[in-house]
């Protein structure tokens, strides 16, 4: 069976599916599956599915990974387009979720589609499709347990690229500062300590920490996003807390210990010099219920990662863009993606190929580029045959 990628990229967008609310795009893709007489399809606890073909000889095995949660429409009167539409014209579809990312999961299926129609199952190694749930606020959590399950040998994440190789990411991490004073009442604040006073003093010197730089993923950046004293609003009272959230983007060398240490250093040199000075710096955590009733939780620390830009699979992959007629054109994500688990977790060979760009993700009237989406699902076809065809 073939598969007309920009209709079926229109199916997927007329079903809502919010982060914790992706049923019934499985249960879409199920039935998808079903007649494209996928050899195994399975949905794991968190609700994730993945679809199996398998080649008649045994060899790698290759996941196309997409995921299947949108972000939300903050302001509906601000698009033009209806969300949940599917509109297809002048050469686009539209539709939340349409380039970040049900475009390119479209793309990935009628690749994959047509490849199975040329070469049935005459092929070595298992092709693998998978809808993840989640990712927008969990990065690569819920790919922990399609690793642990499938455990494939290539990822293509499928996110957009703007029709390039991505070969890696900068990661994130959540910090949270929080400084300890003493309430009083600010009538006599000298008998008390304020903490956010406290937190003044910190953050110029956090904002010393040194970050490393990587030639290709660029600058580790460390930024204050948020601020917030209690008891607030403070009403006569002299805040006894200040939390601080930074947003931190990792390098392959940064670990989670490694970033809080260097906030834990200029803490430390604070705690020498002022009297009473008290701060802690830790991972933010958070969790969010699953579809299926599972809880996702984590701790908000999502890895970087880089692959060899000049591996056998890189040019393998450089190879089925140029037979698409595209040129040779290498890069790496600016935000982040299941990447963080393949890549920088379970240190699988992982390379990005997708339609689209990044910038037309999570915006008003998002759509995508029909171009874009039929050119993906020819390279994702000749990746299959020419990743699967490598030899060891
Ligand atoms: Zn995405």
């Given at each position: 069976m073939r598969v007309n990628v920009e209709k079926l990229c229109s199916k997927l967008l007329q079903i809502r599916s919010l982060s914790g609310d992706e049923k019934a795009v499985v249960d879409f893709l199920k039935d998808l599956f079903t007649r494209l007489e996928f050899d195994e399809i399975s949905v794991d606890r968190y609700g994730s599915i993945v679809g199996i073909i398998r080649g008649e000889r045994p060899g790698k095995k290759l996941l196309f990974d997409s995921h299947i949660d949108t972000v939300g429409i903050p302001k509906p009167e601000d698009w033009a387009e209806d969300p949940f539409g599917g509109q297809i014209r002048d050469g686009r579809v539209y539709g939340r979720g349409s380039s970040d990312m049900k475009g390119p999961l479209a793309a990935a299926i009628a690749g994959v589609a047509e490849f199975v129609h040329e070469?049935?199952?005459?092929?070595a190694g298992d092709i693998m499709i998978s809808g993840i749930v989640h990712e927008e606020c969990f990065e690569g959590v819920a790919a922990r347990e399609i690793s642990k399950k499938h455990k494939p040998d290539y990822v293509i994440i499928?996110?957009?690229t703007d029709l390039k190789l991505n070969y890696g990411q900068r990661g994130r991490m959540e910090v949270r500062i929080e400084t300890f004073g003493k309430p009083c009442h600010s009538s006599n604040p000298s008998e008390g300590i304020n903490a956010v006073y406290h937190m003044a003093e910190l953050i110029p010197e956090i904002a010393k920490v040194k970050l490393g730089h990587d030639e290709d993923l660029g600058p580790g950046i460390m930024e204050l996003v948020d601020i917030c004293s209690?008891?607030?609003?403070g009403a006569s009272v002299v805040p006894a807390r200040c939390l601080a959230t930074y947003d931190v983007r990792t390098l392959t060398t940064d670990s989670a210990e490694s970033i809080l240490a260097s906030i834990n250093e200029a803490i430390d040199l604070l705690s020498s010099k002022i009297p009473d000075f008290k701060a802690e710096a830790s991972l933010v955590e958070s969790s969010a219920v699953c579809y299926t009733g599972e809880v996702i939780s984590a701790k908000r620390f999502f890895p970087a990662w880089k692959s060899d830009p000049d591996s056998a699979e890189s040019r393998a992959i450089l190879d089925a863009m140029e037979n698409a007629g595209l040129p040779r054109a290498k890069g790496v994500y600016s935000f982040c993606t299941n990447g963080s688990h393949y890549g920088g977790e379970a240190g699988l060979t992982v390379y990005g190929f997708g339609p689209s760009?990044?910038?037309?993700?999570?915006?008003?009237d998002e759509y995508i580029e029909i171009a874009h989406l039929q050119k993906a699902a020819e390279v994702y076809r000749r990746i299959c045959g020419n990743l699967l065809g490598l030899e060891d």
């Open positions: 070469h049935g199952r005459d092929f499928c996110e957009t209690q008891p607030y609003p760009k990044e910038e037309q993700c999570h915006m008003d």
